[in-house]
């Protein structure tokens, strides 16, 4: 069965320090992969997804970049970060293709940035 | 790109009756429907989805109705529990090229013991 890991589980930051959060799935090849961020009480912002190695698509312009250095691990990560990146951060996975689009979501990321 | 609205925001229900989150889209070549629940602090879980070759699903206490002509689709949870309290978001795709799923704003359920 298909597994999606993401570390830290939590995280605080100060305002200008760099990020790095990664995501991995397990049990499945060609995934496609995305990153999401709540913020407190709201609903899911997505940030990236990535339909294979080098193929990411940025939904929102920010001071966050992503990455996909292997076909399984997804890499989310800033140079310097704003208070406004608090949240939850969310990464997840669907079938590349033949798939209904369902998409599984890893255990996440709080991020707190002060 | 596509919106999804999703009602009400919150919804309070007293333990035993049933709840009903309606989402309504514009894009008639959404074809995939899942709904997830999201528990306080956790990652959204699906908990049931549909197609749009499907009018109906259900699963156990919870069911999913699907009505292409109006753009509208509804979460049905019967008999509610205290552990149905948590937020649950709609979301579509939008054709079978589409890789994304544009999720609702979601909607606050509590169940009243």
């Known amino acids: 069965s298909q597994t999606i890991h993401q570390w830290p589980a939590t995280l605080v930051q100060p305002v200008g320090s760099p990020l790095s959060l990664e995501c991995t799935v397990e049990?499945?090849?060609?995934?496609?992969l995305y990153w999401y961020r709540q913020a407190a009480g709201r609903g899911l912002q997505l940030l990236f997804y990535s339909i294979g190695i080098d193929q990411i698509s940025s939904e929102v312009p920010q001071n966050l970049s992503a990455s996909r250095p292997q076909d399984r691990q997804f890499i989310l990560s800033s140079k310097k970060l704003l208070l406004s990146d608090s949240g939850f951060y969310l990464c997840?996975?669907?079938?590349?293709?033949?798939?209904?689009?369902?998409?599984?979501f890893g255990p996440g990321t709080r991020l707190t940035v002060l | 790109g596509e919106n999804v609205e999703q009602h009400p925001s919150t919804l309070s229900v007293q333990e035993g009756d049933s709840a009903v989150i309606k989402c309504t889209y514009s894009d008639s070549a959404s074809n995939y429907f899942p709904w997830y629940k999201q528990e306080l602090g956790k990652r959204p879980q699906l908990i049931i989805d549909?197609?749009?070759?499907?009018g109906e699903k259900k699963d156990q206490r919870i069911a999913v109705t699907l009505n292409k002509t109006a753009k509208h689709f509804s979460l049905h949870i019967t008999e509610t529990q205290p552990e149905d309290s948590a937020v649950y978001f709609c979301?579509?795709?939008?054709?079978?090229?589409?890789?994304?799923?544009?999720f609702g704003k979601g909607t606050k359920l509590s169940v009243i013991p």
């Open positions: 049990g499945t090849s060609n995934p496609n």
């Open positions: 997840a996975w669907s079938v590349r293709s033949g798939g209904a689009g369902t998409q599984y």
């Open positions: 549909i197609r749009s070759n499907v």
């Open positions: 979301a579509l795709r939008s054709g079978a090229g589409s890789y994304q799923l544009t």
